[in-house]
């Protein structure tokens, strides 16, 4: 563990190992630098059940925990429905599928998302 704080990027880039080494499915990252104050990144992914969706989250809070020196902020994780862990730079959502297929967090965040898919619906 460095003294130094890792940089967005990094603590990235272990989010999206750690979800990876721990099965998590359909993984997303969507850049929100310049578009949202709350962090420069949000990943969206989903585990098979609320007992995966626990132990994929528990285990990044972990990790970020032994290997940063990083407090992150779990909430959702008793339900195991959604699971959001704020680690300051980047916000990890996980989903059981039918829960992430209900909010649709993606299309609300991801840029010109809405648009893409309009124009799909006018060329059919």
């Known amino acids: 563990m460095s003294d130094a704080d890792p940089s967005s990027e990094l603590l990235l880039e272990r989010i999206i ?3 990876e080494d721990d099965k998590a499915e359909d993984i997303v990252q969507i850049d929100l630098r310049g578009r949202s104050d709350m962090a420069d990144y949000m990943v969206i992914c989903s585990g098979r059940s609320s007992r995966q969706v626990a132990a994929i989250s528990e285990k990044l809070v972990d990790r970020l925990k032994l290997e940063f020196g990083r407090l992150s902020k779990i909430e959702g ?3 195991g429905d959604w699971v959001l862990i704020d680690t300051a730079d980047v916000i990890v959502h996980v989903f059981r599928p039918e829960v992430r297929e209900f909010y649709q967090l993606e299309k ?12 799909g619906q006018n060329l059919e």
């Open 17 to 19: 190992a750690s979800l």
């Open 77 to 79: 994780k008793e339900t």
């Open 108 to 119: 609300m965040w991801q840029p010109g998302a809405q648009h893409r898919q309009d124009m």
